[in-house]
């Protein structure tokens, strides 16, 4: 079966400070990978979506950027924070074809201080 | 793109009692439209899902509308249980896409014992 795994579940960063969130997703192949972020009250946000190595699109312009090195996993970065970056961000992926549902990550919340 | 709005924000109702949850949709190409519960510090998942093919879907307790001429839809959730409670999100994709989906911002149900 499949599953998926991010981390770190918690984080507390400085303004300014380097972020990376690492998400894997194992039992399928060529999946696509998301990032989406979830602030209070403005529901799930995607910030950048995956459907293949390499290849990334960005939904919103943003702080952050993303990497997919490898086939199943998909990381989250950022140079520096900023405070409007705290929030639980949540991993997701989907199958290639023809389906929409998602599966998500447990979800890392942020915190930038 | 497609834009999605999600009404009520909160909803509170006693057990037993039915709860609605309205969402409408601008894309007049999307075609799927799946429902997530996220519980307290978890991860969304998925609970319904309907195809534009179909008016309506059940699944015991939890049922989904679709109005594709008026471009909305509803979850409705029958004799209501404190388990129910849970922030409830609705979503539109347009399927055999990358299988994006746009959420709405999220109703936050709470069923009173």
């Known amino acids: 079966s499949q599953t998926i795994h991010q981390w770190p579940a918690t984080l507390v960063q400085p303004v300014g400070s380097p972020l990376s969130l690492e998400c894997t997703v194992e039992g399928t192949s060529n999946p696509n990978l998301y990032w989406y972020r979830q602030a209070a009250g403005r529901g799930l946000q995607l910030l950048f979506y995956s459907i293949g190595i390499d290849q990334i699109s960005s939904e919103v312009p943003q702080n952050l950027s993303a990497s997919r090195p490898q086939d199943r996993q998909f990381i989250l970065s950022s140079k520096k924070l900023l405070l409007s970056d705290s929030g639980f961000y949540l991993c997701?992926?989907?199958?290639?074809?023809?389906?929409?549902?998602?599966?998500f990550g447990e979800g890392s919340r942020l915190t930038v201080l | 793109g497609e834009n999605v709005e999600q009404h009520p924000s909160t909803l509170s109702v006693q057990e037993g009692d039915s709860a609605v949850i309205k969402c409408t949709y601008s894309d007049s190409a999307s075609n799927y439209f799946p429902w997530y519960k996220q519980e307290l510090g978890k991860r969304p998942q998925l609970i319904i899902d309907i195809r534009s093919n179909v008016g309506e879907k059940k699944d015991q307790r939890i049922a989904v509308t679709l109005n594709k001429t008026a471009k909305h839809f509803s979850l409705h959730i029958t004799e209501t249980q404190p388990e129910d409670s849970a922030v409830y999100f609705c979503a539109a994709s347009i399927r055999g896409s990358q299988g994006n989906l746009i959420f709405g911002k999220g109703t936050k149900l709470s069923v009173k014992p």
């Open positions: 997701a992926w989907s199958l290639t074809r023809n389906t929409g549902e998602l599966f």
